[in-house]
């Protein structure tokens, strides 16, 4: 993307894509409900590309964190105001994800509006869409993170066959509905499935000077440690954690810790707790443990989320160690995380990327604390994911303004 330059004229209106494109009532909503100003330059080439040519699938490639959503909820917003009879449909891999589409949906528009009942929400796991309910309609489909929607959340990066719910979206698209994906990182196998079969006249949106999703998948305001060792993996992690609640500033922020299983994060969970109770007589101490996992009833981590982005709006805020499974890496936009640790190397490319991504993200500054154990096969696991580049430059130019006085992280 070329960053977009508006110029602002002696007295003028300042002029953007959210201008041309949006109608004021969505624009005011933007800053007053969620603080956004004006477009950064995904947000800017995704709006004139939906509106301004006839492009029926347009995937934003770009990093985590960079505003993705945004990409194709106001395009979906603002087609649904333009016209009463169109409908939309949404569609991220987890309900996690889609309750966060939800709730950014129902701030911009207000929970009454009438345009949010003509947006349907699914996640893979949602009841499949059934034709004969007149669902198949839509005028614009909304796939975010494509691969994970159209190929599963698989354990490798190289499966190919479409999902149901994917091979929905392929056989609706054109002449009836346009399809808006967004993807973080495409392995080079979803790559050459997405552009060579599924989905071959699709306009794809990237970053100036990457020619493909397989660079820059970093971002650059993420510090990366990762810690050797052998022996207990707990006892690792706790004295990560004691050094982390030694530093100024992760103290004063939340932590995620990406866990292999359901079992493992319940197992870490407990022993955080136990370990938290011996040390009780410091009373300093103000983090606060929660679990996300799949097994969990919904309305609980519904509650847990709905705290958190409150919680970050406080002025004295306790911090949070969320203990988690890949349930909870993809597409969360939870505030002021600024470490991650995985517990367990993950084993895909894509895992690392969005485990990795709850972190640094709108171009803050944020740390990954990588577990690596030579006496396991973690260190080999490893060693693929180095071919993951961080790019040298925040993507946007606009998202400078995020990073600026963001402390040096003193953690050794
Ligand atoms: N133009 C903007 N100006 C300021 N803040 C913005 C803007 N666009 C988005 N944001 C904020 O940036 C944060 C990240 O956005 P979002 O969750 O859409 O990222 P993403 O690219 O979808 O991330 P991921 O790849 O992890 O899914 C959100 O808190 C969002 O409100």
Redesign the pocket.
Same mark, same amino acid.
């Given at each position: 993307f070329r960053p977009t330059c508006h110029r602002r004229a002696k007295g003028s209106v300042l002029q953007n894509s959210f201008h041309e494109f949006l109608d004021n009532d969505i624009v005011e909503s933007l800053q007053d409900k /969620?603080?956004?100003?004006?477009?950064?330059e995904v947000?800017d080439q995704a709006l004139k590309t939906f509106f301004a040519t006839e492009h029926n699938a347009i995937i934003v490639c770009?990093q985590?964190?960079?505003?993705?959503? /945004?990409t194709f909820l106001l395009p979906i917003i603002q087609t649904l105001q333009n016209n009463a009879n169109a409908k939309a449909l949404v569609v991220a891999p987890t309900n996690l994800l889609i309750e966060q589409h939800q709730a950014v949906a129902a701030a911009l528009l207000g929970s009454s509006n009438t345009i949010l009942d003509r947006i349907q929400f699914r996640s893979l796991s949602s009841p499949f869409l059934n034709d004969d309910d007149g669902e198949d309609d839509f005028d614009v489909i909304a796939v975010d993170e494509i691969d994970a929607v159209l190929y599963g959340e698989s354990k490798m990066d190289e499966e190919t066959e479409l999902t149901s719910i994917g091979q929905y979206v392929i056989e609706k698209l054109a002449p009836k509905s346009r399809v808006l994906g967004?993807s973080?990182f495409l392995s080079r196998a979803h790559q050459m499935a997405l552009l060579e079969q599924h989905l071959p006249d699709v306009e794809v949106l990237r970053e100036q000077g990457v020619t493909s999703t397989q660079t820059q998948v970093l971002v650059p305001t993420l510090r990366q440690k990762f810690k050797y060792f052998s022996g207990n993996r707990l006892e690792k992690l706790v004295d990560v954690l004691d050094d982390a609640k030694r530093d100024d500033w992760l103290s004063q922020g939340s932590t995620m810790i990406f866990c292999g299983t359901v079992e493992q994060a319940q197992e870490v969970f407990d022993a955080l707790v136990v370990e938290a109770d011996l040390d009780d007589d410091n009373a300093d101490d103000t983090n606060t443990f929660a679990l996300v996992h799949e097994q969990l009833d919904r309305s609980e981590i519904h509650s847990l989320m709905t705290k958190l982005r409150h919680d970050a709006n406080q002025p004295a805020q306790s911090t949070t160690i969320l203990i988690c499974t890949d349930v909870a890496a993809?597409?969360l936009?939870i505030p002021n995380i600024r470490h991650v640790i995985l517990h367990t190397v993950p084993t895909t490319n894509s895992a690392f990327i969005?485990q990795v991504?709850r972190t640094a993200?709108?171009g803050q500054v944020g740390l990954l604390t990588c577990l690596v154990n030579t006496a396991s096969g973690d260190a080999q696991k490893y060693t693929h994911l180095h071919a993951l580049k961080a790019a040298s430059e925040l993507s946007f130019q606009?998202w400078k303004q995020y990073s600026k006085g963001v402390p040096k992280i003193t953690f050794n």
């Open positions: /969620l603080s956004v100003v004006e477009p950064n947000q770009a985590t964190g960079s505003g993705k959503t /945004l967004t973080a993809r597409g936009d969005h991504g993200r709108k606009s």
